[in-house]
């Protein structure tokens, strides 16, 4: 029933009935009822609110604050589609809370800033380190999307430079849409750091252009030219190797296939055949919908061919732990990560102040180098065999 209350309500915002219904419901004594209303406003495009709203949030923002019950995420999340300045004191007192969890000090810190608006010196100072700390994915990725947000003045653009060589490709590419305002200056500067960045080889050359484009020609071509022509040559010839081999698929023997994934570090994280375990996609069927050519491809580039539901997630939870894995099930009180080792983890919504997916794969690249080209073969026209 809240369901369709919620679908309701989010659906007609703007009116005064709708509005009135979310007043309502903040004030129900059902805990999910609440959560319900702070959905609601959390979930809309744009930034409706009533003013009979915010005393009512404020109310329970002190409330879940305190520990003594609600949802501080997502009552955080729903202040960030209201005016930030009725909340001003508390989300402060939140962000500076070195006693919370860092999720949740980024979270009050992104509900108490709007997109645009300028980074004070302690905010920018707190989001830089966690950026480029040891922080959990989660972490670092949040911190990246606040900084890439918000105005930020020469110098802080200056100092955000070191940052860049050793951020990971979603932290990267948060931070390059600040690389379109830059000056030529402080272009300069970046680029020299981006080059040396490990999630460079994942950004296609027109990317890195797009992001660069106030950086003059001339100086483009001397510090990110090389660079960038070096990491597409590297994937041509991948995709050269994948049509290459796409070509000879069928040499694959069949039989000698399954001997190949069984001694392989597929099997570790698939299941086939009777083969493998389960952290993966299953692959007991995959010849019904991907033929050798997408096999391979899967293989050779796998960040481009992520399985749908079995991208990378990170999952935060309130006593500071962080679960790295696939998703499983995503039921109404808890998600099911299969982590790493293949292990099946229930945590509950409750439990979770973040959650972040990852632009790459759980399978490694250059996985077909353990493979002679004959194997490579042999294993493909198995898998495909598996209708």
């Not at 409706?48 to 305190?66: M, N, S, T, Y």
Request: proline share 6%; glycine share 8%.
């Amino acid at each position: 029933m809240l369901k369709v209350v919620a679908e309701v309500a989010g659906a007609h915002l703007t009116k005064p009935q709708a509005q009135g219904l979310v007043t309502r419901l903040l004030d129900h004594p059902s805990a999910l009822a609440r959560q319900t209303a702070w959905r609601v406003i959390s979930g809309q495009a744009g930034s409706v609110f009533h003013a009979d709203w915010l005393p009512r949030v404020e109310k329970q923002l002190g409330i879940a604050a305190a520990g003594a019950g609600g949802d501080l995420t997502l009552i955080l999340d729903a202040i960030a589609k209201l005016p930030a300045k009725s909340f001003a004191a508390a989300l402060q007192a939140l962000s500076n809370d070195r006693e919370r969890p860092l999720p949740v000090r980024l979270r009050a810190l992104g509900a108490a800033t709007r997109p645009g608006e300028p980074m004070p010196a302690e905010s920018f100072t707190l989001l830089l380190g966690l950026a480029g700390g040891d922080a959990s994915p989660t972490v670092r990725v949040d911190a990246a999307r606040l900084l890439a947000r918000a105005r930020l003045t020469k110098d802080q653009l200056a100092s955000l430079a070191p940052l860049l060589a050793t951020a990971g490709a979603i932290e990267l590419g948060e931070l390059l849409r600040l690389a379109r305002r830059l000056e030529p200056a402080i272009g300069q500067q970046w680029a020299a750091q981006v080059v040396k960045s490990p999630a460079f080889a994942a950004l296609e050359e027109s990317t890195v252009r797009t992001s660069f484009q106030t950086l003059p020609p001339a100086d483009y071509e001397r510090i990110l030219g090389p660079a960038a022509r070096a990491v597409a040559a590297q994937n041509d010839q991948k995709k050269r190797k994948l049509e290459t081999l796409a070509a000879a698929a069928a040499q694959g023997r069949s039989a000698e296939g399954r001997a190949v994934y069984a001694a392989s570090a597929c099997a570790a994280c698939h299941t086939a055949g009777g083969l493998g375990r389960a952290m993966g996609p299953d692959l007991s069927h995959i010849g019904k919908i991907r033929g050798p050519r997408d096999l391979l491809e899967s293989i050779l580039l796998p960040n481009a061919t992520i399985a749908r539901d079995f991208e990378t997630h990170v999952i935060e939870t309130g006593d500071g732990q962080s679960h790295m894995g696939a998703i499983k099930n995503d039921g109404a009180e808890s998600l099911v990560l299969i982590d790493l080792a293949g292990v099946e983890k229930p945590i509950p919504h409750a439990q979770i102040i973040g959650r972040t997916t990852l632009a790459t794969s759980l399978m490694p690249a250059g996985l077909e180098q353990t493979f002679t080209e004959q194997q490579l073969l042999d294993l493909v026209a198995w898998l495909a065999s598996l209708k």
